[in-house]
């Protein structure tokens, strides 16, 4: 594929390449999105370990005594009423109730938070934050300063271990610690977008390279290797887990996203609160139900939903599940469609249409 | 990338083959499936079913994306490819042999001279890659 001139290259650029990475552009950067093939990369991450490059993601903090203020009104869930060294994902909302972005807000103390946002919407969201900040407090996007590495598989706490010490192992999901790392202090987060142990290293550009390098060599006996853009969207949508642009947008609301357990109607005002109540109060016209399909067919984003002549909702995301071997997908359905254990039919652009059956989240089972 | 001599080729990047008389295989190129990735699933016509020059008769499902099949000439299906139904991937490794999609028993014969002939798919390719 030819270079585009205004496409930016991560701080791992060059480790992709040696890899033999398969290099797209991707939300304003080139980043791999496959090396050895998607569902070898899947099942790397599902068994051992896998290294994945999201430094395109962006990083924005709030700083100053005022900031607890702005974050509480700006986000859905509750970022302010956590210890220190919490972090916690929420949807930011418009007055409207249509999500703006999904992000991670990491509490470093009660005057500051480290944000971490979708790489797509990052001028996005720093315009918003600025615009809703009305000067209470300071808004810094560091976004070009930061890569970002996530470490992610049942063997990425070792992985970690070896290179951060023992403490690591005792941290539960979501919560971080800042670390040494060659000089360089960096964000050490057990957070993560594929329902696997490991975190999220938000580490300066100047050793990203010298990490991942470190991270390949030490995990090589626990079957370590890089991971594509493919894979995360596997990974991903077998845990439901939305991804904005996709699933979410400014036109749908955290509720109608299964999203509830991320709105704290009870911590004060917010943007948004006052429509999601009245659409608690009303009932959703909408679900974003995760469904499995019966028999053959993928889903993909946009196929129509219908149940007999009724079309009742469309496709969001789809795949071939690769830890399950069947076709997998999230679609937004009317009641009472949403339903566990309902049934629908997926038109697959009018060759046919596959049978479907509205599972519980996530789609892959723990026990599997 | 190779490109047998004696088939005929779409710009959707179908291939045809005569098998014998007026029986052809239809398949996907060997340019169309490395681009598309590990193939896990494919949908086609079955035995009977008629199918019209142009039309989409069918689907390809790989890891990262679908794709529509489009008939390369009209005719009715007379054999399916069971070996598909076990192994999709065998369009991967195999495209112009094993991974046949569908047989047909073609009516009008001179259909296929309307076809790219493997010179011109090759040409057709090489400006592909330019673009």
Redesign the interface.
Known sequence: MSSHPDVKRTALYEEHVKAGGKLVPFAGFELPVQYEGIAAEHHRVRTAVGLFDVSHMGEIVFRGPRAAEVVTRLTTNNVTNVKPGRAVYTPVCRADAGIVDDMIFYKKSDTEWFVCVNASNKDKDYAWFVEQTHGDCEVIDLSDKYSQIAVQGPKAPELLARIFGDDVLAMKPFWFVMKQYRGQEILFATTGYTGEAGGELYIPNAVAAELWRELMEKGADLGVGPIGLGARDSLRMEMKYCLYGNDIDDTTSPLEAGLQWTVKFDKGDFNGRDVMLKQNAEGLKRHLVPFVIEGKGVPRHGYKVFAGADEIGVVTSGTMSPSMKVPIGIAYVKPPFNAVGSRFEVDLMGIRRAAAVVVDAPILKKDR | MSIPKEYRFTDSHEWVKVEEDNIVSIGLTDYAQDHM??I????TPRVGDEIEKGE????I?S????S?VFAPISGVVVENNDLLEEDPGVINTDPYEEGWLVRVEVGDMEQLDELMTAEDYEEYLGRLEEE
């Open positions: 990735g590990d896990v699933s494919v949908e989409p008769i069918g689907m499902d890891q990262k994306a679908s529509e």
